[in-house]
């Protein structure tokens, strides 16, 4: 062969590689596409919740410092859904108001007819060629990898259903199934004696190819004893059209519960705390109750922490290696390097508290302080929007606000910087190495230079100058002779 023989032969191998290669991505990557088919959320939350007895409406109740619709909305990002739409009621606008973080689509639905009427109001919303995961604003628990194999059977064009046997069902609709397959699903109020008999009960959890769902709550009815659209009637829609139910059962019964009383919110509250503290416990953290502590947020820590009863932690909290926390703490978006001791009753907010510190009993830390390292900050000290330097101690009964504090200064007891003059607030600078007498006012702005001494009872109005003792005090004097008044003697 000649050389634009070889050329050509060249070409013609390249080319069919190109095709094959090309040809093959696109088969793998439509594969990929029809196997991830989008899913889509549906949150029900139009519910008004009367048994809470509340003017707030119930998905805004809150779970460890975090909305009961929050958590489930924080579930379905979670899981990855593509649109997660939020179906309101009763409250009006508070719901999207209270949520609204630009990832959510919002649904009105004004009338509540019921939860077949309620997704009604979102079709218009969700891609006919997604799968759709219905869930509930107020049942707050359900863990993620419960809610996975929902959403693998309906991708897979069959009904995923979240059912659980109940040792008391009453009130909730019951699964009837024939030779093992689920048939359909009857609502209590309209169930005969005998299927109030089943315990296995519909959670109301399912997931669908939405284009399935489009078409069967285009069918449903409301000629049952509630006068309601049941979401629920479409099982029997599916079980019609030849959809598999593909039934899966929660971990645990709790994941499942909804709210809709105090009484229930308080019981999840304390399953959920349970959980937290069991999750603690298992990373190595010493709880010395774990029925004792209660985390509204994120809380995470280092080796050998340990933690003391009824403390509070919120937000995002660090705790860094060997921090000990005493009772009766609350600690809110705070993070505390390793080997610092917090004691009883110390309350920390917004604020960074170095390596090896000890803190309290009663001390209060707000918002914007930082704390080097080793530095003391006893009882009824407060400090705000300060920076504390290396080994400086604040011992005992003082107010610390808008100061900057170098290295190694002992405040005295009693001492105030006086920061607000009552229309602006102003700033305390105090260099390393000074020593400040008890019952001392440092009236801002105001400069204590290095290694400066101020007497006690000072009432510094002017800068301190380096190294010098500096005090504002009264002479003493005493008036010998002089007699306490006393008190005249009544007649008789
Ligand atoms: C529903 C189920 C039932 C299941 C039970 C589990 C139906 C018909 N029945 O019954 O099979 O055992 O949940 O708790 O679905 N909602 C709306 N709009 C409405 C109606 C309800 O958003 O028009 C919301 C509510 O806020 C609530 C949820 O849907 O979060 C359930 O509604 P609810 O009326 O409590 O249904 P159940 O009668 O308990
Ligand atoms: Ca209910």
Same mark, same amino acid.
């Given at each position: ?14 080319? *069919? ?75 009006? %606008? ?16 004004? %009338? ?28 707050? $628990? ?22 659980? *046997? ?28 005998? %299927? ?22 285009? %069918?449903?009815? /409301? ?41 229930? $919110?308080?019981?999840?509250?304390? @399953? ?75 309350? @920390? ?45 604040? /011992? ?26 009552? *229309? ?20 801002? +702005? ?24 500096? $005090? ?15 008190? +005249?003697?009544?007649?008789?």
């Amino acid at each position: 062969m000649n050389e634009k023989g070889n050329l050509r032969v060249a070409f013609f191998i390249r080319a *069919a590689a190109l095709w094959l290669y090309t040809g093959r991505t696109f088969c793998a990557l439509s594969r990929q596409i029809r196997m991830n088919t989008s899913l889509e959320i549906l949150i029900l939350a139009a519910g008004k919740g009367t048994r809470m007895r509340s003017d707030l409406p119930k998905v805004l109740h809150r779970l460890a410092g975090k909305t009961l619709l929050g958590h489930v909305v924080d579930t379905a990002h979670a899981l990855g859904a593509a649109q997660i739409c939020v179906v309101y009621g009763f409250g009006g %606008e508070a719901v999207p108001q209270a949520l609204d973080d630009g990832a959510l689509t919002f649904v009105l639905q004004a %009338e509540q007819q019921g939860t077949g009427h309620a997704v009604k109001q979102a079709l218009p919303q969700l891609a006919d060629d997604g799968v759709t995961l219905v869930l509930y604003g107020d049942v707050p $628990l359900t863990h993620m990898s419960t809610l996975q194999p929902l959403v693998a059977a309906a991708r897979a064009d069959k009904l995923g259903l979240l059912t659980v *046997a109940l040792a008391h069902p009453d009130g909730y609709g019951r699964i009837v199934r024939e030779n093992g397959k689920v048939v359909r699903i009857v609502e209590h109020k309209d169930a005969s004696a005998a %299927e109030r008999a089943i315990q296995e009960v519909n959670t109301g959890i399912l997931a669908v190819a939405t284009r399935h769902l489009k078409s069967w709550i285009a %069918e449903l009815k /409301n000629d049952n004893t509630q006068g309601e659209y049941y979401l629920t009637d479409i099982i029997a829609l599916a079980v019609r059209d030849g959809v598999v139910i593909d039934t899966h059962q929660p971990g645990y019964e709790w994941e499942v519960l909804g709210v809709n009383s105090k009484v229930q $919110l308080a019981g999840l509250e304390r @399953i959920h705390q349970g959980e937290i503290a069991q999750a603690l416990l298992n990373d190595g953290v010493t709880l010395m109750d774990p029925a004792r502590i209660d985390v509204r947020g994120a809380l995470t820590c280092g080796r050998d922490v340990v933690i003391d009863v009824n403390c509070v932690f919120e937000g995002q909290v660090q705790l860094g290696d060997g921090v000990q926390v005493g009772a009766n703490c609350v600690l809110r978006n705070a993070v505390v390097a390793a080997g610092t001791r917090i004691d009883a009753f110390t309350l @920390i907010d917004d604020a960074k508290i170095g390596e090896a510190n000890r803190l309290g009993p009663f001390s209060r830390i707000r918002p914007g302080t930082t704390l080097a390292r080793d530095v003391h900050v006893g009882n009824f000290v407060e400090i705000k929007n300060s920076q504390i330097d290396d080994g400086s101690k604040i /011992n005992h009964l003082s107010y610390v606000g808008d100061t900057t504090m170098g290295k190694k200064v002992n405040i005295g007891a009693g001492t105030i910087t006086c920061n607000y003059d009552g *229309a602006n607030k102003h700033r305390t600078v105090i260099e390393d190495d000074v020593f400040i007498g008890s019952d001392t006012q440092l009236i801002a +702005p105001v400069t204590v230079r290095k290694g400066a001494t101020l007497g006690a009872g000072t009432t510094l109005t002017k800068d301190a100058p380096a190294g010098e003792l500096t $005090l504002s005090r009264a002479k003493q004097l005493t008036l010998s002779g002089w007699q306490r008044p006393i008190k +005249p003697k009544k007649e008789s």
